[in-house]
């Protein structure tokens, strides 16, 4: 068994009345591509905060690489993940800078930098709009901007939190497609979180389902599809069903 | 009226083209004293409304309504405390800053940090808390996050400070008050104008108006400029 990358710990998350996460124990391994379903408010957003560790847990611990990552450490580590998040939440300056970002807040050279940014541009399609404002985009293309933003940073896990939902259908594939191939190629460990059954049945090898703040079912993901146990089915059962 | 109006045009020309060292004086004084206040209120009401606007903290709200009531005090208010505190006998009356330039830079602070610190609050409270998240996702330190976070909020902080500069160059009661209007060392333009009103001079009113209005309308026009430059397609 691989060691794992990423280990949750007792974490427990919650709001002034009630709970919104609690994880006795979860493991991300590196290599895998996660993916983690649920209703809407179950906590799969402040999951992904949690395990990209954009912050640090109140109550619990986050291992990376055995180690536990405190306030200290905890940049150094950030830096090593990327994240997409639904709203592509670019920022207001032409596409090419926003995609350099975040190699310009690690102090790379200019030379590295672009010669990075071309070379994503290209893999995403996006190299016509490189002098953009990239506020003027469309949904799609922002999109775009926002994993190419991500995965140049050739990070050791990738974030996605439901980036391909505003997207229509050719679009979505096509993205699906050019990220499965860049991510299996770069070996990038994926956590991807999706409304959609097909998304995670054709991207991810394993998978969560998160209800109420708890993990209810975790598994490779032709077993939670094809054997959800109760929480599950109440979520996923009948259409899953449906699909096999 | 008509006539008062372009005889006070003329005037202006006149004093302007002859360089009447009295009107350069009082203008260029203005200019100082209006620049070091809305420079201090920058400095000072910059972080500070990014501070309010972004961090939690026990007493924040109530700062906040502080602020929100600064930003609507009567400069005559701002101007009788400061007198107060500079007073020879007062707590600060050893400095011995009632009546010069000094004071009236300190009361025009007074009167414009309330607007450059609420509208900057406002302006970070606005920003998406998602986008903070995506910041620091693309690994930016706390610093990093502060400087993009002012890129993206630069319309706004430039209005605050244009805001905060059209109170410092309109302000007069305190200024009245705390600088005396005296001639050669604290008369600035709002207070000659009051003075020659009241000396029924309104020919040479005017003539300081249209200065003063000018020297609004460039510097905001300059600051606008600055908000609204177009940005590379
Ligand atoms: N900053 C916050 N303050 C208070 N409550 C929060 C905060 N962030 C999230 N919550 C609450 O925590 C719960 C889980 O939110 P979360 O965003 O993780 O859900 P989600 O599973 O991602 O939902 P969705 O499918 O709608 O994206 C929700 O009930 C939400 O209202
Ligand atoms: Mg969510």
Sequence with gaps: ?244 | MMELLFEGLIKAFEMIISGDPEIVEITLRTLRVSMTAILVSTLLGLPAGMLLGLARFPGRKLILVLINIGMGLPPVVAGLWITIFLWRSGPLGDLSLLYTPAAIVIAQTLVSLPIVTGLTATAFQQIDEKMILQIKALGATRWQLVWILMKEARLAILAAIIAGFGRVVAEVGAAMMVGGNISGETRILTTSIVMEVSKGNFDIALALSFIIMAIAFLITFCLTFLQQRKRPE
């Design chain 1, 1 to 244: 068994m691989k060691e794992p990358l990423i280990v949750l710990e007792n974490i427990n998350i919650r709001t002034r009345d009630r709970s919104i996460l609690s994880i006795p124990r979860f493991e991300l391994f590196p290599g895998e591509a996660l993916g983690v379903m649920g209703p809407n408010g179950a906590g799969k957003s402040t999951l992904l905060k949690t395990m990209a560790l954009l912050d640090l847990p109140g109550e619990g611990t986050v291992f990376y690489r055995g180690k536990k990552v405190t306030d200290h450490s905890v940049l150094d580590v950030r830096r090593r993940f990327a994240v997409a998040l639904q709203q592509s939440l670019l920022l207001d300056m032409t596409v090419h800078q926003n995609i350099a970002i975040g190699l310009k807040l690690r102090h790379r050279s200019r030379r590295e930098i672009n010669m990075k940014v071309e070379h994503w541009m290209e893999v995403f399609k996006i190299s016509h709009l490189a002098r953009k404002q990239a506020l003027h985009l469309s949904g799609g293309e922002a999109q775009r901007v926002n994993l190419a933003r991500a995965m140049i940073l050739e990070p050791e896990v990738l974030f996605l939190d439901e980036p391909f939902s505003a997207l229509d259908f050719p679009t979505k594939v096509q993205l699906l497609k050019d990220i499965k191939q860049v991510v299996s190629k770069t070996n990038t460990t994926t956590v991807f979180i999706s409304h959609d059954l097909t998304e995670i049945k054709y991207f991810t090898q394993r998978m969560a389902i998160i209800m109420g703040g708890e993990i209810k079912q975790a598994g490779s993901t032709a077993e939670v599809l094809s054997e959800p146990n109760a929480y599950a089915a109440s979520f996923i059962g009948e259409w899953s069903r449906l699909l096999t």
